[in-house]
Nanobody, 117 residues
Framework: QVQLVESGGGLVQPGGSLILSCATS????????MSWYRQAPGKEREFVAQ????????YYADSVKGRFTISRDNAKNTVYLQMTSLKPEDTAVYYC??????????WGQGTQVTVSS
């Protein structure tokens, strides 16, 4: 059974840091492009960051560039999102996503990140 399980969310003050993890199983993780998305209440889900299968190429939304870092550990089948300089507008449910282009796509259940003083 394919599983993507996010963890690490919580409440953090503005300017703080948080690291999210997405542990996966049930598919060949090292061949998939991994991404993070987020969705705030009443808003559409938006792209945050992406790492290609080898982890050597990354992409970021303009809103998080310079503050967030995506990384992956193919030996652990896990993708991470390091978040720094957090802002209230970063508050959202964060989801990890796995894609084998033109073949398969999987989503995790999400983890809540709340940035508030």
């Amino acid at each position: 059974q394919v599983q993507l399980v996010e963890s690490g969310g919580g409440l953090v003050q503005p300017g703080g840091s948080l690291i999210l993890s997405c542990a996966t199983s049930g598919f060949t993780f090292s061949t998939y492009t991994m991404s993070w998305y987020r969705q705030a209440p009443g808003k559409e889900r938006e792209f945050v960051a992406q790492a290609t299968s080898a982890g050597d190429t990354t992409y970021y939304a303009d809103s998080v560039k310079g503050r967030f870092t995506i990384s992956r550990d193919n030996a652990k089948n896990t993708v991470y999102l390091q978040m720094t300089s957090l802002k209230p507008e970063d508050t959202a449910v964060y989801y990890c996503n796995a894609v084998l282009v033109d073949w398969y796509e999987y989503w995790g259940q999400g983890t809540q990140v709340t940035v508030s003083s």
